[in-house]
Every structure is written in C-alpha cells, then in structure tokens.
C-alpha cells in the first residue's frame, strides 16, 4: 500500500488509525557482472510491501540513493551520495511527516555499507532502521556462512524474486577474504581492490530453492523487527 497512491484526504484518514510509515532505501550500486544495480532497491522494495501487507503500513516512496563504496566508482553506474546527503534527504521529509501526524518511521534497507546503515540508525528518534538481511544463514548455504556481495545469497534472494533480472550466464566467481577487503569496506582504500569483479563470495551456488528460504526468513525477521520497535514505544 503505497502513500503515493492515496489522496491527501486519504492520508489524513490513515492516520486516526495508523501512525506509522515504512521508508524503502535502495541504492544504485554494481552487483558483480550478472545482478542490475538495482539490486538492493528492489529487495527494499520487496520487504517494505511484505511489512505493509502485514501490518497496514503505508510505505513511502521509494529512496533510490544510498552510501556506497568508493572503491566501486571503478563499476560504471554505480552512484553514492554522502552520509550527510542521506541523512538530510530522510530529516526533512520525516519532519514534513511528522508535523503532519505520522510519528514512526521504519527504514528498510537491503544494503550493507557500514557508513550506510551508521547514518540510517542515527537520523533521529521514532526513525527505526531494519536490515532486511540480517538472519540467520546457519543451514541454509553451501559456500558461505553470511550474506557477502553478490554472492550465493544474494542471488538466491534475486533468483527467487525476480530471476529475469539474474544474468545467469554472466556469472562470474572471485572471493576477497573480508581481512583482506576491510579497508575497502570502511572507505580507507579508494582503489578497486586487485582482481575484484564486484562480487564477493560464490554466486554459482545460488539457487532459487535457497532464495525462497532466505527471502521468508528476512520477510518473518522484518515483520518481527518492526513489532519489537513498537513495543518499546
Ligand atoms: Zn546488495
């Protein structure tokens, strides 16, 4: 259920019963040589709508911009804007919201750079981040144990969402221990790390099986992130 859609009368009676709105945060960023640079922003996209279904939440229009690696300017197309940028964008329009009556806010981003989710936890009270990712992968990968780039888990999430989007044939393997990629990760190094084709982990083992699980663990863990946050309200 999209605000968009509504007309401002609408708005105006959504809120005697709900006060709350959910904010998708994509990014526009490479994901290796077989995912679009869409990637995060459709997922976003995708747990927003499923927190709505579940709860009747609105969910705002879509932010399509986030913090991204400077190393990956090397990966055309890929676009950043600063922390500062991110975090002006989500302060004004929650305080047009908020004087309008909305009073919680919940982010749901499927993007993992750190300074991304430092800013997006630390815009201002009732603004409540959910990592859509952020499960338990215990049991469920072949080849890694935790979401990377690209990688066996994310591609499984787009296989099972959107598979016409999976250039299969394009895919290409070539892991970064995360030792060996943490200055790149933490914005230190600039440079596009030697032999990285923009994934990080092992994409070849995805299946859409394997995406159908994670994709219900993340819609269960976002649903119970959201009712955690008002509880404590
Ligand atoms: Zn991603």
Same mark, same amino acid.
């Given at each position: #259920?999209?605000?968009?859609?509504?007309?401002?009368?609408?708005?105006?009676?959504?809120?005697?019963?709900?006060?709350?709105?959910?904010?998708?945060?994509?990014?526009?960023? /490479? =994901?290796?040589? =077989?995912?679009?640079?869409?990637?995060? !922003?459709?997922?976003?996209?995708? %747990?927003?709508?499923?927190?709505?279904?579940?709860?009747?939440?609105?969910?705002?229009?879509?932010?399509?911009?986030?913090?991204?690696? *400077?190393?990956? &300017? @090397?990966? !055309?197309?890929?676009?950043?804007? @600063? $922390?500062?940028?991110?975090?002006?964008? +989500?302060?004004?329009?929650?305080?047009?919201?908020?004087?309008?009556? %909305?009073?919680? %806010?919940? &982010?749901?981003?499927?993007?993992?750079?750190?300074?991304?989710?430092?800013?997006?936890?630390? +815009?201002?009270?009732?603004?409540?981040? &959910?990592?859509?990712?952020?499960?338990?992968?215990?049991? +469920?990968?072949?080849? /890694?144990?935790? #979401?990377?780039?690209?990688?066996?888990?994310?591609? @499984?999430?787009?296989?099972?969402?959107? *598979?016409?989007?999976?250039?299969?044939?394009? #895919?290409?393997? @070539?892991?970064?221990?995360?030792?060996?990629?943490?200055?790149?990760?933490? =914005?230190?190094?600039?440079?596009? *790390?030697?032999?990285? &084709?923009?994934?990080?982990?092992? *994409?070849?083992?995805?299946?859409?099986?394997?995406?159908?699980?994670?994709?219900? $663990? #993340? $819609?269960?863990?976002?649903?119970?992130?959201?009712?955690?946050?008002?509880?404590?309200?």
């Amino acid at each position: #259920m999209k605000l968009s859609d509504r007309t401002y009368k609408e708005v105006k009676d959504y809120l005697y019963t709900n006060k709350n709105l959910i904010i998708p945060v994509g990014t526009c960023e /490479q =994901h290796g040589p =077989h995912l679009p640079l869409n990637n995060d !922003t459709l997922c976003a996209e995708y %747990f927003a709508e499923e927190l709505s279904n579940a709860t009747g939440c609105l969910v705002a229009p879509t932010i399509n911009y986030g913090v991204n690696l *400077p190393c990956d &300017i @090397s990966f !055309t197309g890929t676009t950043t804007i @600063s $922390k500062d940028t991110l975090k002006n964008i +989500i302060t004004e329009i929650v305080d047009w919201w908020k004087k309008q009556g %909305f009073e919680n %806010f919940f &982010i749901i981003t499927f993007h993992g750079d750190p300074f991304h989710i430092d800013t997006l936890c630390n +815009i201002s009270e009732n603004v409540y981040l &959910i990592e859509a990712y952020e499960i338990d992968y215990t049991g +469920i990968l072949d080849k /890694q144990s935790t #979401m990377r780039h690209a990688c066996e888990a994310e591609t @499984s999430v787009a296989l099972w969402l959107y *598979p016409e989007k999976v250039r299969t044939m394009l #895919m290409e393997e @070539s892991d970064i221990v995360f030792d060996d990629f943490r200055e790149y990760l933490f =914005h230190e190094n600039c440079e596009k *790390p030697d032999g990285y &084709i923009g994934c990080l982990g092992y *994409p070849k083992s995805a299946s859409a099986e394997k995406g159908k699980i994670l994709v219900e $663990k #993340m $819609k269960d863990w976002v649903i119970s992130e959201y009712y955690k946050a008002i509880l404590k309200e």
